[in-house]
């Protein structure tokens, strides 16, 4: 399992890296609650 965790972290950073290349900006926490919410069908939690 240790071995997953770096390769992880990395995968992740180039994701992120690919997408600022691109001018999309990142979410931020209130971002990516909607963003959750809305790919599950709705608002929902945090009282929205």
């Known amino acids: 399992m ?3 965790k770096p390769f992880l972290g990395e995968r992740l950073r180039k ?3 690919k997408i ?3 001018g999309k900006p990142l979410l931020d ?3 990516i609650v909607k963003e959750l919410a809305n790919r ?3 608002l929902q ?3 929205n």
Do not use: L
């Open 15 to 17: 994701i992120r890296t």
């Open 20 to 22: 600022i290349a691109s």
């Open 40 to 42: 599950r069908g709705g």
């Open 2 to 4: 240790e071995n997953i």
């Open 45 to 47: 939690g945090r009282g």
């Open 29 to 31: 926490e209130e971002g």
